[in-house]
Structures are given as structure tokens and as C-alpha cells.
């Protein structure tokens, strides 16, 4: 069994910055490629961002290109740093794991985390 727990949500005021982390742990064979997702209340779940397996591709959602980057340290842990933050970006933030970074994007994933809470506000 493989695990993903997220760290480093929290409030701040619109136009601040904030880092989320997403790690792996338990049985693992292989590394994969991860992202991120998140969901605002009465809304669909949306893609954020997705890094490849060795770091070296990454896709972003339009909305946050330019203000969001994507980064890999090890196998095993992904980071978020947001930047320029906008109160739309409130939602809880999910890590997703699997082996193709193509299927990450498409909301195929796996494994997911259980998410941590991103406030901003006006």
C-alpha cells in the first residue's frame, strides 16, 4: 500500500504565497509521475499541475501558469509554490500519483491524498 499525505495548506491574503508539499510513503516499486488537484465547494474537481516521473516535464492548467511551479526533490516528494494568489485559488488540494504523467493530468490517477485546505482571502 502506498500513501500521499499533503502538508502546507493554510490562509492568506490574496496576492501572498504558500508552498504544498506531497509525499509518498509505504510499499513502492517504482517512481511515478505526480500532480496536483483541487475543488472549491460546489464545483468540479480541476487539474492544477503534473510533473513527470524524472522531473524533467511538466503541464500546468492555464489558470495558473505563470504563478504556480511544479518541482521534484527525490521519488518520492512533489511541491507546489503558488504564488500571486487569487481568491479563486481557495479549494482543497490534492496530490495524485501513477505512472504516466499523462494519465495524472487526465484525473486517472491511482493514488490520491486526502488534501489540505487553501484559503485565500480578498
Known amino acids: 500500500q502506498v500513501q500521499l499525505v499533503e502538508s502546507g495548506g493554510g490562509l492568506v491574503q490574496a496576492g501572498g504565497s504558500l508552498r504544498l508539499g506531497c509525499a509518498a510513503s509505504g510499499r513502492t516499486f517504482s517512481t511515478y509521475a505526480m500532480g496536483w488537484f483541487r475543488q472549491a465547494p460546489g464545483k468540479e474537481r480541476e487539474f492544477v499541475a503534473g510533473?513527470?516521473?524524472?522531473?524533467?516535464?511538466t503541464k500546468y492548467a492555464d489558470s495558473v501558469k505563470g504563478r504556480f511551479t511544479i518541482s521534484r526533490d527525490n521519488a518520492k516528494n512533489v511541491y507546489l509554490q503558488m504564488n500571486s494568489l487569487k481568491p479563486e485559488d481557495t479549494a482543497i488540494y490534492y496530490c495524485a500519483a501513477d505512472g504516466l504523467l499523462s494519465t495524472v493530468v487526465a484525473g486517472y490517477a491511482t493514488m490520491w491524498g486526502r488534501g489540505t485546505q487553501v484559503t485565500v482571502s480578498p
Open positions: 510533473i513527470s516521473r524524472g522531473g524533467d516535464n
